[in-house]
């Protein structure tokens, strides 16, 4: 992946090392921030740090952009994939799941086939041969997206 990292005149030193760090943490801050996109799915964790190339200074900020080319590790979920997590809201339209880096993933009733809704003060959905779905039960599920 290629990106530009920004990096403000008091983060510039003179001695390679502090600059090359200071653009590391900025990378990895940019990652945390950006959390995702359609592109890649869900940004985990930098693998490698494979070039950095010479700075532009930004003539408004002042900021001087770094283009920079890493490796990522990515998790981007396909239709129908089976994913571990947990349920971390049921209502009685849906549930909200949780897997990984992946936060609110809604899976509705109609997509759970034989489950149906139980309501109470510890609502869950439930099948017939009395499997469940309920909050902070962690098992595999099946992605709607």
């Given at each position: 992946?290629?990106?530009?990292?920004?990096?403000?005149?008091?983060q510039?030193?003179?001695?390679?090392?502090?600059?090359?760090?200071?653009?590391?943490?900025?990378?990895?801050?940019?990652?945390?921030?950006?959390?995702?996109?359609?592109?890649?799915?869900?940004?985990?964790?930098?693998?490698?740090l494979?070039?950095?190339?010479?700075?532009?200074?930004?003539?408004?900020?002042?900021?001087?952009?770094?283009?920079?080319?890493?490796?990522?590790?990515?998790?981007?979920?396909?239709?129908?994939?089976?994913?571990?997590?947990?349920?971390?809201?049921?209502?009685?339209?849906?549930?909200?799941?949780?897997?990984?880096?992946?936060?609110?993933?809604?899976?509705?009733?109609?997509?759970?086939?034989n489950?149906?809704?139980?309501?109470?003060?510890?609502?869950?959905?439930?099948?017939?041969?009395?499997?469940?779905?309920q909050?902070?039960?962690?098992?595999?599920?099946?992605?709607?997206?």
């Amino acid at each position: 992946m290629s990106w530009n990292v920004l990096i403000s005149p008091d983060q510039m030193n003179p001695k390679g090392l502090l600059l090359r760090k200071s653009i590391i943490v900025r990378l990895l801050e940019d990652i945390k921030c950006r959390k995702a996109s359609e592109e890649h799915g869900y940004y985990i964790a930098v693998n490698e740090l494979k070039a950095i190339s010479e700075g532009e200074v930004c003539e408004l900020t002042t900021d001087v952009s770094f283009p920079v080319t890493f490796t990522c590790l990515t998790q981007k979920p396909t239709k129908g994939e089976t994913l571990v997590g947990s349920v971390e809201k049921i209502l009685e339209l849906g549930l909200f799941l949780k897997s990984g880096p992946i936060e609110n993933i809604f899976l509705s009733y109609k997509a759970m086939g034989n489950y149906r809704y139980i309501g109470g003060d510890n609502p869950m959905f439930m099948t017939r041969s009395w499997r469940r779905a309920q909050s902070c039960a962690s098992r595999p599920l099946i992605s709607a997206g």
